[in-house]
């Protein structure tokens, strides 16, 4: 059972376009965290939203908790080939044990 | 070094054969856990520590699956009698405190299990 829905899972977009990753949830969490990975690496963190309705932004990157603190969204502006890699959420458990969605792919084309 | 840090970062090994892989966390950090990421799950959790304990296990496959940790610092995941389905990627994270799940994760370069 995946408790948390990542959408979509690939996305190919051109330099410039904006984008939004949603992730999904029945459960409550205490936070949700937004991970980047690049290939041969370990997730690298990129934001902690904690607070329903919480938005947090990252430069051309805006994270949005909801206001029930179940799903959350990444939503990039003016995407740069540099954002390539694989995006992933997460939702905490109290223990901070990491609930981990299947994570979106991005691939920006020049 | 100042972060999380795992070996071997590449290990090959034939069926049926034990593999421990090792976890070093950043200095202070109290709580460890260990996840694995294959093709077609994503990353999942297989257990927490904190401190020397493990409070959660849940996420151990199978009872050929064990951890430790000592001196509330270096832990080993041990797999027992490797099959196939055994071949991922095992990450490494550690944290301040595993208390209330607000804190950062940070993750080790894992270590990529290939069992032939």
């Known amino acids: 059972t995946q408790l948390l829905e990542q959408s979509p899972q690939f996305l190919s977009i051109q330099e410039g376009e904006n984008l939004t990753v949603y992730c999904n949830s029945s459960?409550?969490?205490?936070?949700l965290q937004w991970y980047r990975q690049e290939p041969g690496e370990g997730p690298v963190l990129l934001v902690t939203?904690?607070?329903?309705?919480e938005v947090k932004k990252l430069k051309r990157l805006t994270f949005q908790f909801g206001d029930a603190r179940k799903d959350s969204s990444l939503h990039i502006t003016a995407a740069q080939p540099g954002d390539t890699g694989l995006y992933l959420c997460?939702?905490?458990?109290?223990?901070?044990?990491?609930?981990f969605g299947q994570g979106t792919e991005l691939s920006v084309k020049p | 070094g100042a972060g999380v840090s795992q070996s071997p970062s590449n290990k090959v090994t034939e069926k049926g054969k034990d593999v421990e892989l090792r976890c070093d966390p950043i200095?202070?950090?109290?709580?460890l856990y260990w996840y694995r990421q294959s093709l077609g799950q994503g990353l999942e959790f297989l257990i927490y520590?904190?401190?020397?304990?493990?409070?959660?296990k849940s996420g151990l496959p199978s009872d050929r699956f064990s951890a430790e940790r000592t001196g509330g610092s270096v832990s080993t995941l041990t797999i027992q009698r490797t099959q196939q389905e055994d071949s991922a990627v095992y990450l490494c994270?550690?944290?301040?405190?595993?208390?209330?799940?607000?804190?950062?994760?940070?993750f080790g370069d894992g270590t990529r299990l290939s069992i032939l």
């Open positions: 459960s409550v969490f205490s936070s």
């Open positions: 994270a550690s944290s301040t405190s595993g208390d209330r799940g607000n804190q950062p994760q940070h």
């Open positions: 997460a939702g905490a458990r109290s223990s901070g044990k990491l609930i």
């Open positions: 939203v904690v607070t329903g309705g």
């Open positions: 200095s202070g950090h109290t709580a």
């Open positions: 520590f904190q401190g020397n304990s493990a409070p959660d």
